[in-house]
């Protein structure tokens, strides 16, 4: 009984840090960028889902928050695997592009 006290317990831990890395529980980030800027890059299906997993690690965001930071262009959204958007921060655009294409057509 102790056993599965004890693997249930490192499991417990082991999903709480997920979920904190990916910034579901815990204090929520400050801001659209703050969210986009933690975890690399948001993917979703569409704009609409895009814009909910931002709102989803944050207070108080609105869909139109996360569109005033792709108007001032501090986000783009991209296509950088699998066909599925990414919403990146612009900033780290050009690296995760060449990453995930190959640095030599970079040239």
Request: charged share 20%; glycine share 6%; with cysteine.
């Amino acid at each position: 009984m102790v056993r599965v006290s004890i693997v249930r317990s490192v499991e417990r831990e082991r999903d709480n840090r997920r979920l904190a890395a990916q910034q579901l529980v815990g204090p929520p980030a400050g801001g659209v960028v703050q969210v986009v800027d933690r975890l690399l890059a948001v993917q979703a299906q569409d704009m609409r889902a895009a814009r909910l997993a931002v709102r989803a690690c944050t207070a108080g965001l609105t869909a139109a928050d996360v569109d005033c930071e792709l108007e001032k262009g501090t986000l783009v959204v991209t296509w950088l695997n699998r066909g599925s958007l990414h919403l990146v921060r612009s900033q780290d655009y050009w690296w995760l592009q060449a990453a995930h294409h190959g640095a030599a057509v970079y040239r």
